[in-house]
């Protein structure tokens, strides 16, 4: 069982304004990650963090920015939110396990998002 | 082209049939291979994984890698309506941190 939560699960606001999606994780893991999915379409990684103070883009271009200062937190901040934002965000993470150096990710629940 | 690419279905089965989804591959750099199910408005949830060819298997699941032919493949027996979802596969090298995900094949078993 994974221990990677995300907060809100939901979330409908307004052009414009700056929100803050939160992931945290229990595991000690040292890998972090975003992705963004719309319905019925495949994952796209927006965020990856390798580590504390570590953070890189991902495949997909994308508005947000993410810190990562402690290694339980992955952040992911909107700083104006426009309707083409409106998507579910899925944050998951992984470590390396072992001499093969196992990545394994594990997802949390995810955040749907509605700009209106 | 896509580095993985998945059978798109969706796929639609009577309870008790055997499932089969398969994705293809073309990154000889892969060694580990994970099956995803992702129930709607939830977050993939990991099935199993498999390093390098073989066979994996989990209660009614069977994991199967052909690193040969570049293949990989979930059975599913006695499948229950229970196991619709959607399912993803993903791939990764040793130590590559990143994993390459399949777009996803929907699953729905009819009672």
């Known amino acids: 069982e994974a221990d990677i939560y995300q907060t809100p699960r939901y979330l409908v606001i307004g052009t414009g304004k700056k929100i803050t999606l939160e992931c945290s994780q229990t595991?000690?893991?040292?890998?972090m990650y975003w992705y963004q999915q719309d319905p019925g379409m495949e994952l796209h990684l927006i965020h990856y963090s390798y580590g504390v103070n570590s953070t890189e883009k991902g495949d997909l271009s994308s508005e947000s920015t993410v810190s990562r200062i402690r290694t339980e937190h992955f952040p992911l901040t909107l700083e104006s939110a426009r309707p083409s934002h409106t998507s579910q965000y899925l944050c998951?993470?992984?470590?390396?396990?072992?001499?093969?150096?196992?990545?394994?990710?594990?997802f949390g629940a995810g955040t749907r998002l509605s700009v209106l | 082209q896509k580095e993985v690419e998945q059978d798109p279905g969706p796929l639609s089965v009577p309870e008790g049939a055997i499932v089969s989804l398969n994705c293809t591959y073309s990154n000889s750099a892969f060694q580990y291979f994970m099956w995803y199910r992702q129930y709607s408005r939830k977050g993939p949830e990991l099935l199993m994984y498999?390093?390098?060819?073989g066979n994996k298997e989990d209660g009614r699941f069977t994991a199967q890698v052909d690193k040969s032919s570049k293949y990989i493949s979930l059975f599913i027996r006695d499948s229950q309506p229970s196991d619709s979802a959607t399912y993803l596969c993903a791939m990764m090298g040793t130590n590559a941190g990143k994993s390459t995900f399949g777009d996803g094949t929907t699953l729905t078993v009819k009672p």
């Open positions: 498999t390093y390098s060819s």
């Open positions: 998951a993470s992984s470590n390396s396990l072992g001499l093969a150096g196992e990545n394994i990710q594990y």
């Open positions: 595991m000690g893991h040292d890998k």
